[in-house]
């Protein structure tokens, strides 16, 4: 998503245990793709398990970025970090790109970065991703479902300071100084017009 920037892991050829490049990743459950519309082009879903981070679904970015030509599925790369023994990560799926950390545009990768995505786990081995986030799609937002669904978060985790936040507020937070900077602009030049229109009617009527 636009709003998170996401672990980065470095993306390892098993061919010449070369770095390829950095790639962003994320853990999911089953839920998450269908959630968020995220169109599967080929292969499979994430399911239950991750099996110690030995098997991903991969963006087209990724599958570009590795060379892969073929079917990706099936093909493998070492993810440095992921696990002790730098396992290999079999791709049993591929996704659509979509935009994520950022709205701007990236001189290497465009409007999409690499991504892995992984089954997350509730147990020790999937350390990498926490389980700090809970995602919601709704038909409609009003305050009054806002509080419903933030009371039962909190009754469900136990926590009083948990509560979900709306993706729009998450976006303008992020770019807050870019639109100020933006209406400053538009207001100088406004300013700067009316400057140049009021020269232009003192101008021309001096000449009549």
Known sequence: MPTDGMNGIKAVSTENKDIVFSSRSMGVDAEFLETLQIELLTGSNVTGSSNNYTRAVVNEKFVEMMGWKDSPIGRTFIGRGLNESDMTTEVIGVVKDFKMHTLYKNELNGHAAP??????????????????????????????????????????????????????????????????????????????????????????????
């Not at 999937?126 to 009754?155: C, P, Y």
């Not at 985790?157 to 979900?164: E, H, L, S």
């Open 115 to 208: 991504l892995m995505i992984f089954s997350i786990e509730k147990n020790n081995e999937n350390w990498l991703f926490g389980w700090n986030r809970v995602i919601l799609r709704l038909h409609s937002m009003d305050e009054a479902t806002l509080t419903k669904l933030n009371k039962r978060l909190q009754q469900i985790t136990g926590r009083p300071n948990t509560y979900f936040a709306g993706y729009r507020s998450r976006i303008q937070s992020i770019y807050h100084e870019t639109l100020l900077y933006r209406d400053a602009v538009i207001a100088a030049s406004i300013i700067l017009f009316i400057i140049t229109l009021l020269g232009w009617i003192g101008f021309t009527a001096d000449e009549v």
